[in-house]
């Protein structure tokens, strides 16, 4: 089993930024492909961002309505991913949910983890 928790959610105003972490244990992090998913009440959990394992670059993509606000990194040392949260609007508001899985070579993978979420709220 893979443990993930997340950390950093909250209330912040439009406008302003956030910066989500999740660690990582029981795994050899460097191996895995990372992301971070949303989910808002009734509503579908949706791709935020992605980046791929260590050995296929860290390669990264981002939801449209977020390109331009939010950057995915991870730190291989700390296993440790981040989300990093710029203009945030009210339509970010959601559970935002860590993702991990085995990258044995990009494009194939492993079964999914999942940290316990979030919550971020934007509102004035």
């Known amino acids: 089993q893979v443990q993930l928790v997340e950390s950093g959610g909250g209330l912040v105003q439009p406008g302003g930024s956030l910066r989500l972490s999740c660690t990582a244990s029981?795994?050899?992090?460097?191996?895995?492909?990372l992301g971070w998913y949303r989910q808002a009440p009734g509503k579908q959990r949706e791709l935020v961002a992605t980046?791929?394992?260590?050995?296929?670059?860290?390669?990264?993509n981002y939801k449209d309505s977020v390109k331009g606000r939010f950057t995915i990194s991870r730190d291989n040392v700390k296993n440790t991913l981040y989300l990093q949260m710029n203009s945030l609007k009210p339509e970010d508001t959601a559970v935002y949910y860590c993702?991990?899985?085995?990258?044995?070579?990009?494009?194939?993978?492993?079964?999914?983890?999942w940290g316990q979420g979030t919550q971020v709220t934007v509102s004035s």
């Open positions: 980046i791929s394992s260590v050995s296929s670059g860290g390669i990264t």
């Open positions: 993702n991990a899985k085995v990258e044995y070579i990009l494009g194939v993978y492993g079964p999914d983890y």
């Open positions: 029981g795994s050899i992090f460097s191996r895995n492909a």
